[in-house]
C-alpha cells in the first residue's frame, strides 16, 4: 500500500514571504504521479501543480513550485511571494502509474498572516 | 459552466433516512470517484466508476451505494443514515490519459 505523510499540520507566513510545505511518500513503484491540491474555506479541492516521477525537472506553476526528491521519496511544495488567497488547506496525493485512485495525504492546513 | 456538479451542496436530515447525491461531470472523462472527507479534513476514496463499470469498491458499509446511469453521472445512495455518515462527500471525475482529477464543489451532509 502507498503512504502519504505531510508532517506539519499547521503552518503560517507573512504575506509576501516564502513557505515550504513538505511530504513525503512510500512506494515501491517506479512509476507514479505526485500532487499538490489546494482546499481554501470554500472547500473546492483545487489543483496546484503535478509532477512526473519519471520526469527530473521539478514542476512549477507561476507562484508554486516543487523540489521533487525521487531517491528520498519527498516531494515539498514551495509558494513564492505568499498572498491572502493562499490561506487554504492543502493536501498532497500519490498516484501509481498503473493505478486508478489517489493516496492523499492528512493535509497542511497554511494561513498567510497580511 | 461548471466542469464537476453535485447537488445538493447542503443535505441537513434524521438518523435512519435514506438520501441520495448525485454528481455530473461535463469533461468527457471517462472515470469518476467518491470521496467522503471526515472532520479531520481525511480524504478516503469509496468508489471508482469506469464508463459505468465499478473498479474501486474500498470498504464501506453495505449501506452506500453508487450508481453510475452513465459515464457522466455517478450517483451516490445511503440507506439508513447514522450519525458518523456525517461527512462532505467529494465527487472527482478523470479522464482516460490523464491523471489529475477534478473535484466537484462537495456535498456537506449532517445527520442529526
Known amino acids: 500500500a502507498q503512504t502519504v505523510t505531510q508532517s506539519q499540520p499547521e503552518m503560517s507566513v507573512q504575506e509576501a514571504e516564502t513557505v515550504t510545505l513538505s511530504c513525503t511518500y512510500d512506494?515501491?513503484?517506479?512509476?507514479?504521479?505526485l500532487f499538490w491540491y489546494k482546499q481554501p474555506p470554500s472547500r473546492q479541492m483545487i489543483l496546484v501543480i503535478r509532477?512526473?516521477?519519471?520526469?527530473?525537472q521539478n514542476a512549477t506553476e507561476n507562484r508554486f513550485s516543487v523540489n521533487f526528491q525521487k531517491a528520498a521519496k519527498s516531494f515539498s511544495l514551495k509558494i513564492s511571494d505568499s498572498q491572502l488567497g493562499d490561506t487554504a488547506m492543502y493536501f498532497c496525493?500519490?498516484?501509481?502509474?498503473?493505478?486508478?485512485?489517489?493516496?492523499f495525504g492528512t493535509g497542511t492546513s497554511l494561513t498567510v498572516i497580511p | 459552466d461548471t466542469a464537476v456538479s453535485q447537488t445538493p451542496k447542503y443535505l441537513v436530515t434524521q438518523m435512519g433516512n435514506d438520501k441520495s447525491i448525485k454528481c455530473e461531470q461535463n469533461?468527457?472523462?471517462?472515470?469518476m470517484y467518491w470521496y467522503k472527507q471526515d472532520s479531520k479534513k481525511f480524504l478516503k476514496i469509496m468508489f471508482s466508476?469506469?464508463?459505468?463499470?465499478?473498479?474501486i469498491n474500498e470498504t464501506v458499509p453495505n449501506r452506500f451505494s453508487p450508481k453510475s446511469p452513465d459515464k457522466a453521472h455517478l450517483n451516490l445512495h445511503i440507506n439508513s443514515l447514522e450519525l458518523g455518515d456525517s461527512a462532505v462527500y467529494f465527487c472527482?471525475?478523470?479522464?482516460?490519459?490523464?491523471?489529475?482529477?477534478?473535484f466537484g464543489p462537495g456535498t456537506r451532509l449532517t445527520v442529526t
Open positions: 472527482a471525475s478523470r479522464s482516460r490519459g490523464a491523471y489529475e482529477q477534478y
Open positions: 512506494t515501491s513503484e517506479n512509476n507514479y504521479y
Open positions: 509532477q512526473e516521477a519519471y520526469k527530473q
Open positions: 496525493a500519490f498516484m501509481k502509474d498503473t493505478g486508478n485512485q489517489f493516496y
Open positions: 469533461l468527457g472523462h471517462d472515470t
Open positions: 466508476y469506469n464508463n459505468k463499470e465499478l473498479i
